[in-house]
């Protein structure tokens, strides 16, 4: 079985539900090996493959879409931000480093998750000083972001620059192959 490759789609998060075995012992080897590599493909492409820098990435999320009533894709972006700001405000766009983290936005685009994480590393083993949170669109005092269809804008209220930074958008676009 040969699967259609989308070039906006690096894998597909779909496998086979039937399947029909050949009889012939040689026959039957050759299909299970195939089957398992698919198999390994598919998990290990959702469990390692699903954050890519720098680009959307189909997730395997399906959602009703109201208006059109159809299936829409789910995906996801992240952008990995060195230094986040000493108590001001850091704006990321196309014309940035990094770069906003995600492109081609269509009137059917639709946000629905947008989280991260700030972490501080120890500076030494058991040091006890590092420094690790999640925060929401709003949700820890010292951080929060805005994200419009071009812009990605954090603001910090105390010194951040020591820590490091990773916002996942997750976000809804138009559906591929039929959907």
């Given at each position: 079985m040969t699967i259609p490759i989308n070039p906006q789609e690096p894998f597909t998060p779909f496998l086979p539900t039937t399947y029909n075995f050949p009889e012939e012992e040689d026959r039957a080897k050759t299909f299970l090996q195939d089957q398992l590599a698919q198999h390994s493909d598919v998990i290990n492409d959702k469990k390692i493959g699903v954050y890519i820098a720098g680009i959307p990435i189909l997730n395997g999320n399906k959602h009703w879409y109201g208006n059109t009533q159809i299936t829409r894709n789910g995906y996801q972006s992240f952008v990995f931000i060195k230094s986040l700001p000493n108590t001001g405000t850091l704006t990321i766009n196309a014309n940035s480093s990094p770069s906003y983290p995600i492109s081609d936005i269509q009137p059917e685009f639709l946000m629905?998750?947008?989280?991260?994480?700030?972490?501080?590393p120890p500076t030494a083993l058991n040091a006890g000083n590092g420094d690790f949170f999640s925060f929401m669109a709003q949700g820890d005092s010292r951080i929060s972001f805005t994200m419009s269809d071009t812009v990605l804008t954090i603001t910090t209220t105390t010194n951040l620059s020591a820590y490091y930074c990773f916002i996942v958008a997750e976000f809804i676009r138009s559906g591929t192959n039929g959907f």
């Open positions: 629905w998750n947008v989280w991260g994480t700030a972490s501080k």
